[in-house]
């Protein structure tokens, strides 16, 4: 593994920022860490940097220790690239000397400098820029430069802090495949920290989902999506329905997830996946993302609810419907057609859509 966290923990005082946090990320593995305010994401980010130590725990990079209690390497000795927030140009420099930069300061020999900022002025699409200043780059340009600067002398671990927080939404939105181009051609080995799920999703191989300095889940973007362990992560990780509901029964399945039945409300029956270890008896939440409630005409059929429409938003790419299902709760769904309030609809489920959380 490229990089270890074991058992980390930081307090200030009565605080505690991290609890135990333990990762382990591969080389060339792009990794988010993502949660909402206060969750840790900038303290764990601060120890890696060597900014803050820990107050128990270790972190390795590439089988060396860089810090635990009582030692901690320097920061540039750690071999760590850092992409900032607001990306912390040189205003005095060009593009080509501030890419240059940390390899003159590791003394490269002149040739291997401006060899490897032609590499990467190419990667990251700027090389007719490279005599420009900052103030005379858009901000996406200014963010590659930052990258590229970064990624200058092959660092072990890039951190990102946060890099799209100053850019426009649709700007954000061309630079998330940009941004994991730019790491997965240059096989970089990196830590993304982020508030913002759909970025966390759209540029990371495994998402770390952090609260109150714990780690509450690890695994692929789809997985934290699909297959939540908790009723926190599957609403931090997007809009869904719930409703109470008691396993009735379980059955083998391939995957880390069981076949079930489980009822709802007391009454209705469907079918949903089930962690491994749940079995009959088990109260919780069965949780359905409202892109999986399909709208369809209002009929007694399987797997399908009647409902009446209270309330359409058009959203762009789809209305989003507010509905009442007879004798249950209202639910959300997504259409991409126009719907009136107060029509009556059929709202179809797939038994492979809904996951039961246990509670």
Known sequence: MSLEILNLSVRYGAVTALSGVSLAVGSGEIVAVLGPSG???????????????????????????????GLSVAPERRGIGMVFQDFALWPHMTVVDTIRFPLETLRTPRREQFQRVSELLALVHLGSLGDRYPHELSGGQRQRVAIARALATRPALILLDEPMSSLDARLRETMRADLARILRQERATALYVTHDRLEAMAVADRVLLLRSGQLIQAGTPSELYEQPSDCFTAEFMG????????????????????????SIQGTTLLKARVPVGVGPGTRGAALIRPEHLHVVKACPKPETWQAH???????????????????????????????????????????????????
């Open 309 to 359: 429409v209270t309330q359409a938003t058009y959203l762009g790419a789809h209305w989003q419907l507010q509905a009442a299902i007879a004798n249950g709760p209202s639910v959300t769904a997504y259409h991409p057609a126009a719907v009136t309030v107060g029509e009556e609809i059929g709202l179809r489920y797939e038994s492979n859509t809904v996951w039961f959380i246990p509670i």
């Open 239 to 262: 809009p869904a329905n719930w409703f109470e509901a008691e396993v009735v029964n379980v059955n083998a399945s391939p995957g880390a997830f069981l076949t079930g039945t489980v």
């Open 39 to 69: 969750s840790g994401k900038t303290t764990l980010l601060q120890v890696l940097a060597g900014i803050q130590n820990p107050s128990r725990g270790e972190v390795r990079l590439e089988g060396r220790t860089l810090a635990r209690p």
